[in-house]
């Protein structure tokens, strides 16, 4: 690959390009690089390459000349290498957002050709004509082009074969498959007070690997949402948790059974609502607060399930055959993190045949649960059943949610 900067400041784009693992790489001719002085390329004898803008406004723009001359160039030396003509990029504060997709889209050229702004601009004119895109690199302004242009530089050329030790080296990182890396550790064990999680020095690879992507789930849920989501919806699960010997679901039918469904809702209600609502609310979600609720559900349509393992209730569901709807999921903290809810979710759904697309309501702040379900083929339909205003007098809500409706889409 082929890769040109076209800059008021080459040295430092050079610097950065020989220096540490791309400097390596360059020196094996992994990659080629070379950096252009827009400088050389005006036409005045003062080499003044900007100049003020027309309408007015404070700062300078780049002229179009010197720059289409440098492109032209570029473009000469690609054709006389047998190359593709280059893929002309602006780093502009302008472009579209830069991301690990668009890194890997441009790692697919033969050449590329990286233009920095400076000043106030560069005459849109010349980047009418040449470019084949604007690229940000993030929501801020830096003084030029040049750091940007090197971002994207370095995000492309370390995708280039040899340039990396090893494949993996980039595939496991964040952003490739669309979620953060999962935390790093090394020597000493112990530092500070401070472990190794104790998986990491098993040597089991299964449950590093295991431990690895829940971590990487887990961070990039808490911390990039919108990355979360989408990648919730474009990993769907593909194999559910096996059901184990001594697991299974019966149908409660008594009054002993429906006991249980509240003590499991009363836990679970807590645990859900902990960040929501305010105390004295929570003190009231006991079993007997929520049977009253239940065994007026019961009567009018729903059916309740438990989830036993080796006969402890565990984990209960509720499904509406009048309504499509599926409710009171939930798990006891013992048996969390062991893939009963989502098991459970799918036996309420093939419980409603006669519903194509059965509903369910989720709290917005659950987010754990909403990427769960999204993954298993239900989506928000962006409905909102209810919302919890702290502001409104007689509420029971600590800060804002709502209750959102999702649909299972298959």
């Not at 702004?117 to 004119?125: L, V």
């Not at 040449?130 to 940007?148: K, N, P, Q, R």
Request: hydrophobic share 35%; net charge negative.
């Amino acid at each position: 690959m082929r890769i040109d900067i076209v800059t008021l400041f080459p040295e430092l784009c050079d610097s950065f390009l020989s220096a540490s693992i791309l400097g390596r790489a360059r020196a094996k001719n992994l990659f080629e690089a070379h950096c252009h002085q827009i400088r050389d390329y005006t036409k005045n004898k003062q080499k003044q390459t900007d100049d003020y803008p027309y309408g007015g406004g404070c700062g300078m723009v780049l002229y179009a000349q010197p720059i289409a001359d440098c492109l032209r160039a570029v473009q000469a030396q690609c054709a006389a290498q047998g190359r593709a003509k280059p893929h002309v990029v602006f780093l502009t504060a302008a472009g579209r957002p830069y991301n690990e997709e668009k890194a890997r889209e441009l790692a697919g050229y033969d050449a590329v050709t990286l233009v920095c702004g400076h000043y106030e601009g560069i005459d849109q004119r010349v980047i009418d004509a040449f470019g084949d895109e604007e690229i940000s690199i993030g929501d801020y302004v830096l003084t030029g082009g040049e750091l940007a242009s090197l971002v994207v530089a370095d995000s492309v050329l370390r995708l280039q074969p040899g340039v990396l030790a090893e494949e993996k080296g980039y595939q496991d990182e964040s952003y490739w498959d669309g979620l953060l890396e999962y935390p790093q550790f090394t020597r000493p064990e112990v530092w500070e007070g401070r472990a190794v999680p104790p998986v990491l020095l098993t040597g089991d690879h299964k449950k590093i690997d295991e431990w690895r992507g829940a971590q990487s789930r887990e961070r990039t849920r808490e911390r990039r949402p919108d990355l979360y989501d989408a990648w919730c919806e474009s990993h769907p699960l593909t194999e559910l948790p096996k059901w184990k010997r001594g697991e299974n679901m019966r149908l409660v039918k008594n009054d002993e059974q429906l006991a249980l469904c509240a003590a499991l809702m009363a836990e679970g209600r807590r645990t859900v609502c902990a960040p929501v609502c305010d105390e004295e609310y929570l003190e009231k979600m006991t079993p007997d607060f929520w049977l009253p609720d239940l065994t007026d559900e019961k009567k009018n349509g729903w059916a309740f399930y438990l989830h036993y393992t080796k006969d402890a209730a565990d984990g209960m569901v509720g499904v509406c055959h009048k309504t499509g709807e599926i409710g009171h999921l939930f798990v006891t903290e013992a048996a969390r993190v062991k893939g009963y809810g989502a098991k459970m979710l799918d036996f309420a759904r093939k419980k409603l045949p006669e519903h194509d697309h059965p509903t369910m309501g989720v709290i917005s702040t659950n987010t754990r649960a909403i990427a769960l379900y999204k993954r298993m083929g239900w989506r928000l339909t962006g409905t909102v059943l209810h919302r919890y205003d702290p502001a409104e007098e007689g509420t029971f809500a600590a800060v804002y949610c709502e209750e959102l409706e999702m649909q299972y889409r298959g």
